[in-house]
């Protein structure tokens, strides 16, 4: 089992930047793939992007393609997200997940999520 506590979310205005951080513990996420998924109110949650298990690749969704940016630190079992010049539209939840090795942009193909943490730009 794979346990992740995201971190680092709360209320921006819009042009700034924050630092989401997803810290796993139980196993070493070496071996995984790890993603970052948004969900607004009222909608369904949605890819943001992902990186494979190497950090050799990354992924990302047209809306935040030069704007976040994905990294990992296997040896601290961490994930980031950095976000950069947001726009109230990319207020949302924003979840990390888990699954083996490859880049998958569905959720659906992700075996462990933690909670979420919120993020807020006011306009």
């Known amino acids: 089992q794979v346990q992740l506590v995201e971190s680092g979310g709360g209320l921006v205005q819009a042009g700034g930047s924050l630092r989401l951080s997803c810290t796993a513990s139980g196993r070493t996420i070496s071996s995984y793939a790890m993603g970052w998924f948004r969900q607004a109110p009222g909608k369904d949650r949605e890819f943001v992007g992902a990186i494979n298990w190497n950090g050799a690749s990354t992924s990302y969704a047209d809306s935040v393609k030069g704007r976040f940016t994905i990294s990992r630190d296997n040896a601290k079992n961490t994930v980031y997200l950095q976000v950069n010049s947001l726009k109230p539209e990319d207020t949302a939840v924003y979840f990390c997940?888990?699954?083996?090795?490859?880049?998958?942009?569905?959720?659906?193909?992700?075996?462990?999520w933690g909670q979420g943490t919120q993020v807020t730009v006011s306009s």
């Open positions: 997940a888990a699954r083996p090795y490859h880049i998958v942009a569905m959720t659906t193909a992700y075996d462990y």
